[in-house]
């Protein structure tokens, strides 16, 4: 992998005209090495990215602060802390120490939050109530921890298909009641369109979140038919599926979120994509489909 850090173009001299707000997450270039994702970046005028724990390990968290440095970029957000169902003492005694240091991560990349995928039912009880009891008792520990360090926490619903084995957290709803139920105002909530499309009280939640200021991060893409073997990779770019991405982002804009917009898409064929490709279509579909109602 290169190490190069070739200077580019600041925000104000790049050719991109509907990327404001945009950002692009690494995962969606995931079998992409690091600099020539950074590189795509910065070559469609995107002035943000999302990164992931797995670049810090990589690169080392200076080497990753250095790179979206000298790319002249800002990090959107950093996936993922979470994980915190275990029913083992030891265990989640260990998932809050990696949090902790999930948190510093962010602190140190200049990242705003730090997305919380909160972990699945624990096979070893299966009490799905009691997990989720877990993680608001877990997240209310780490807050204190955030808020000194002026980070924030976004937990993530994920879809219900993803509550055995990623999150047993499946509403926007049920986010806000951890998030609530903290006392801080370092936790909030992701709106990751993927995952809450279907909901039919995401407008209220929307604005139950916006309400309490803990509306942090809004994340896009499609929702993909066939499901792959793997549903998780089922995103897609934003209008190859069944999301209508005018309606939720009027209520994203309508509850005051004015933050980065990321792109985060799960898919085999956008990773078989040459980056500079994927980025082109990303943007242009960003500039139709989700800027117009931002």
Known sequence: MSTSHSRTAAPSERLGTGTQRLSLNRWTFRTTPLQEFLDATTAQGIDAVGVWRQDVAEVGLAGLRRRVDDAGLRVSSLCRGGFLTASAEEDRAAALEDNRR??????????????????????????????RARV??????????????????????????????RAVVSTLDQALDIAEASGSPAVGVVVDTY?????????RAIRRAAAT???LSYQVCDWNLPLAAEPLHSRGYMGDGFIDFPSITRMVKDAGYTGDIEVEIFNED????????????????FAQLVLPHA
């Open 136 to 165: 608001a008792e877990a997240v209310a520990t780490l807050a204190p921890y955030a808020e000194e360090r002026g980070v924030t926490l976004s937990i993530e619903p994920l879809h219900p298909m993803f509550a055995a084995d």
């Open 102 to 131: 999930a948190i510093d991560e962010t602190a140190a990349l200049g990242a705003p939050t730090l997305v919380l995928v909160v972990g699945g039912v624990d096979r070893a009880d299966k009490d799905l109530i009691g997990a």
């Open 270 to 285: 956008v990773w078989a994509t040459p980056a500079d490709e994927a980025a082109r279509i990303i943007a242009e579909r």
């Open 213 to 215: 200021d803990r509306l």
């Open 195 to 203: 995952h809450v499309w279907w909901d039919p009280y995401l407008e």
